[in-house]
């Protein structure tokens, strides 16, 4: 027999117990984090607001305004321009949201999904 084998690990079996239950825990609140991230709605805005969104945490759009001074049928491509500025602003606030709200159930550590 290996030098130290007592021929059980309850001890050691007590400390694996708890990591698991400690781990289960975790996963919950990450669970119930995940679910939060999917409800946020982060406002985004380009031009001095004339184009606004509601981004979702799903990365989804939910709501568009366009003001009228910035719909010209001879310059597509500023609109374009406007509103995926106003998508790109939402979403690297959503971004920074959701490592915030991540961060704070696993203490900084980086989960792999």
Known sequence: MAKGFRGGMPGGMGNMGNLMAQAQKMQKELENVQIEIKQLRING??????VKLV????????????AQEVIDPDDAEMLADLITAAYNQANDELEAKSSEMMNQVTGGVKMPF
């Open 45 to 50: 805005s380009a031009g001095g607001d004339k």
């Open 55 to 66: 981004l979702g945490g799903d990365h989804k759009i939910y709501n568009l305004e366009i």
